[in-house]
């Protein structure tokens, strides 16, 4: 593994009962690096987002994060990792209903000993970012399709992630809010330099990013 | 455990939040409204004998004389000797005893019932000075009655009056209300304990049916241990043999026959299917609340909340939910308890504690104490309740909280 590589998945297999989802995929991305995963659906894309990000073990293979070799560690382990490491896209926000746009950007962090005012100015700062300065008190349900989706962006990048998992981030936005959100994914690959492995389905998105890999059943094309 | 996230989560979720908390508050209002009642019970059975400064009484039945003439004991009350009263004031647990002679007097035209009263016991029927409407109490070494009030209207007789009983003259020097008195041990006539022994001592047909020497008596006013009451019980019975009668909180508590009244078990098992209700009820509707947020449950996990985390935090909204729940089903039973208080209970005084001859007017009615049912919920019970209240609450979300914290975040958050 090069000295730059920060994820690398190696022979990755995942079988739900007889159904095998992914076959045998390797796959590496690199420090900084803005790699697009494309394919139709069910081909398997999904699944191996999982298994890279360590939200599902593989039936078979390894999976290397950061220069640890994650595969073998237990739930709590992986979890413990991610909250350090690792930030989540998804492609339906979710957000929990109850709290703030502040809150729900800080979620991360409720589990570490800290102030609450630190918590908020980390989350505050981040929304900024965002443009959602303004929205910072706002529950979910007050936000558009757009904010949520900015709201989850901060709140993957509030633990300063190495590498950010996207899975499907437009997939429930109108054309012009997806463009928005990738913009602001491409500025934090370009400006941040947080590696950023995205699942999507549409080429055109794919385009923008520095790679692209695409998956047929279960299996990498190119 | 987040503090924010948790309050945000139950204010939000209000309707959730209110179920769980309506539904465990009645199974815990059920449980200190059972207990509270059960508890009135018992201290209504107390009431009869505490008026009357005991917690038992003691009596030995035994035979009348075929003729009814002069004094007489009632056959509910016969000789209790002088030596089997020291033996039982010396019982572990006896912290007093009180006596007093009851005598039914037949005169040619008249039939009292008189009631001797060691007047410097503050156990037993002295305590009748409290209850004199006119005149005064009893004084030492004179010869001298109190008479009930109804019976002297009925009879004509004034204060300072002389009446006779059984051929020995008694000025009347005060009056007493038999509708403030005890139930128990009840007379148209009180005389000093001294005249009563005399009058007992000297009546042929009494001393035909039941020897009878200066010194002994036939009622038995014991305070006692509460604990150690019901061993009392037995020893005294031991003692005066299987014709003594033998009166406690808990023979009263019989009488009553409330169900609440028959037996602590009764109480324990309608209590325990209180807590088993309450605790269903919190288990279904935490069980539904939880498996609403296994998505959420999925976020938490998959941005880096542990297994423990995940736990704590659904924990700590269950007992807070079962806390509320409890201070709620507490003040149910406070309201509840406030409506039941106004309840009335008779207590039967069963009529060998209060003996009046048969063919006398009201002789065979039954007299009972009527009282406002106490019905009050101890802080015990209440804090025993809250406590409760959490435990469930802690037992509820951590079981559910380490069933759900297993699930896998991928299973949860698949986009549809």
């Known amino acids: 593994m090069s000295k730059s590589t920060i994820l690398s998945g190696t022979d990755l297999s995942k079988k739900y009962g007889d159904l095998e989802v992914v076959k045998g995929v390797s796959l590496a991305v690199n420090e900084g690096e803005f790699v697009c995963l494309v394919g139709k659906s069910g081909c398997g894309k999904t699944t191996l987002l999982s298994l890279l990000s360590g939200l599902e073990k593989p039936t078979k293979g390894k999976v290397t994060l950061d220069g640890r070799e994650i595969t073998a560690s237990s739930e709590d382990e992986l979890a413990l990792f991610r909250r350090d490491n690792v930030g989540f896209i998804f492609q339906s926000f979710n957000l929990i209903p109850t709290l703030s746009a502040w809150e729900n950007v800080a979620l991360p962090l409720f589990p570490i000993k800290m102030t609450n005012e630190e918590r908020r100015r980390r989350a505050t700062e981040l929304l900024g970012k965002m443009e959602l300065g303004h929205r910072i008190e706002h529950l ?58 995205m699942v999507t389905h549409e080429d055109e998105l794919a385009k923008t990013a520095n790679r692209l890999i695409r998956m047929k059943d279960g299996e990498i094309m190119s | 455990m987040n503090l924010r996230y948790m309050v945000k989560e139950l204010y939000y979720q209000k309707r959730r939040t ?97 009631l001797g009263i060691g007047k410097e016991n503050s156990i037993g029927p002295s305590l009748l000075r409290s209850s004199v409407t ?54 148209n006539v009180y005389l000093p304990l001294k005249e009563a022994e005399d009058l007992a001592a000297s009546s042929k047909e009494l001393q035909s049916v039941s ?96 297994h423990r985390n995940v736990v704590a935090q659904l924990m700590a909204e269950s007992v807070i939910q079962c806390f509320l729940a409890g201070i709620l089903g507490l003040l149910i039973a406070l309201v509840a308890s406030f409506g039941l208080s106004f309840m009335k209970v008779n207590i039967p ?18 007299i009972f104490k009527t009282l406002r049912l106490p019905v009050h919920i101890p802080w015990t019970l209440a804090s025993f309740a809250v406590l409760l209240s959490i435990i469930i609450g802690g037992m509820t979300g951590g079981l559910l909280g380490r069933h759900i914290s297993r699930i896998k975040p991928s299973e949860v958050l698949r986009h549809e």
């Open chain 1, 140 to 197: 979910p349900s007050a936000l558009s399709g757009g904010e949520k989706q900015r709201v989850a962006i901060a709140r993957a990048l509030v633990n300063n992630p190495r590498i950010i998992f996207a899975d499907e981030p437009t997939g429930n936005l109108d054309s012009s809010t997806g463009e928005a959100i990738m913009g602001i994914l491409n500025r934090l690959h370009r400006d941040e330099g947080v590696a950023i492995l």
């Open chain 2, 18 to 114: 209110l179920m769980s908390i309506l539904g465990l508050s009645i199974g815990i209002a059920l449980l200190i409204i059972l207990n509270a009642l059960s508890l009135a019970y018992r201290q209504a059975a107390h009431v009869p004998l505490r008026e009357i400064g005991a917690d038992i009484t003691v009596q030995r039945s035994g035979d009348v004389p075929k003729d009814l003439a002069g004094a007489v004991f009632p056959c509910s009350a016969v000789t209790i000797r002088k030596e089997e009263v020291e033996k039982i004031e010396k019982l572990p647990g006896v912290r007093g005893i009180g006596t007093g002679l009851l005598l039914w007097v037949f005169d040619p035209n008249r039939a009292w019932i008189v």
């Open chain 2, 211 to 306: 020897p009878y020497a200066p010194g002994d008596v036939n009622l038995l006013f014991i305070k006692a241990d509460q604990e150690k009451i019901t061993g009392l019980a037995s020893e005294m019975k031991a003692i005066l043999g299987s014709k003594a009668t033998v009166a406690t909180p808990d023979s009263f508590l019989k009488l009553l026959g409330s169900l609440f009244a028959l037996s602590d078990k009764f109480t324990l098992a309608a209590s325990l299917i209180a807590i088993i209700v309450a605790v269903l009820i919190a288990f279904k509707t935490m069980a539904g609340n939880i498996a609403e947020r296994a998505r959420e449950i999925g976020v938490l996990k998959a941005v880096g909340w542990t």
């Open chain 2, 349 to 366: 005084i069963p009529w060998e504690m209060s003996p009046t001859p048969h063919f006398l007017p009201g002789g065979g009615d039954q």
């Open chain 2, 134 to 187: 006119e005149g005064r109490f009893l004084e030492d070494g004179k010869l001298e009655a109190l008479v009930e009030v109804a019976y002297a209207r009925q009879f004509g007789i004034s204060l300072n009056d002389t009446i006779s009983v059984a051929d020995k003259k008694f000025p009347v020097v005060g009056f007493v209300d038999a509708s403030r008195a005890p139930k128990i041990a009840l007379a």
